[in-house]
């Protein structure tokens, strides 16, 4: 995945943002800012190089017309689905931490984002690289179009369903809210629901059996219910 087009095109787009970003601040932008745009440019670029390479790795076997020869092999179908959602984690996801972990370590020195440093900060990066990684790949299995990465990356940025509960969120404002503290807690949740619900759909593409659709429709509901538990009233 790393080494696929298009997970260098979604890293060169992240590095344009970057260019942009850092330019619109003129001569006087200081190194721990340009710093700052830079982990974010490359934050983009992975969201973006993520679901792209990873829908073209579930499309592939369909689109080139193998995907029948794979069943006359030893092993189940569900190994190549099994095989994308490991390059996803040993991939983009691997990626996102390493990142992540320096990311902390430069950026601690920045007094506008020292405050936002915690662990749950650092533990939504990875995992919501997975669950877009998981989208694409769902998206890829079901649909065996290449339109499939790019659709989903304009829905989250046209569609305001997916604007509705943001991928990563500061502890502060969700402790701020009405529920307190549990408000983090409902958000690891709503993200780790969002990562099993793609899988078992993902997953029930290959066979469909009464125990993952029952996975799938039980994670979309929890998820569901923890959005709902951690949105203050009038949207983020």
Do not use: C, K
């Amino acid at each position: 995945m790393l080494l696929h087009p298009s997970f260098l095109v979604g890293m060169g787009f992240g590095l344009l943002v970057l260019r942009g970003a850092i330019g619109a601040g003129g001569p006087s932008s200081s190194a721990i800012e340009n710093t700052r745009w830079l982990f974010l440019g490359a934050f983009v670029g992975l969201v973006v190089g993520t679901v792209l390479s990873a829908n073209v790795a579930a499309v592939r076997p369909r689109r080139s017309g193998v995907r029948e020869l794979f069943g006359s092999t030893p092993a189940p179908g569900e190994t190549i689905t099994a095989a994308a959602f490991a390059g996803l984690l040993l991939g983009p996801v691997l990626i996102a931490t390493v990142l992540t972990a320096l990311g902390w370590w430069v950026l601690r020195g920045d007094p506008d984002i020292r405050p936002y440093l915690d662990v749950f900060l650092a533990v939504q990066i990875p995992v919501a690289i997975a669950a877009l990684g998981s989208i694409g790949i769902a998206v890829g299995r079901w649909i065996p179009s290449l339109l499939g990465g790019p659709l989903v990356i304009v829905a989250h940025v046209f569609t305001p369903l997916l604007w509705a509960v943001p991928w990563i969120l500061p502890s502060q404002e969700l402790e701020s809210g009405s529920l307190g503290g549990s408000g983090v807690t409902w958000h690891l949740i709503y993200l780790g629901a969002a990562i099993t619900t793609w899988v078992a759909i993902a997953f029930a593409r290959d066979r469909r059996t009464f125990l993952r659709a029952a996975i799938a429709a039980s994670a979309l509901v929890l998820g569901i219910v923890a959005a709902f538990q951690q949105v203050p009233e009038g949207g983020w």
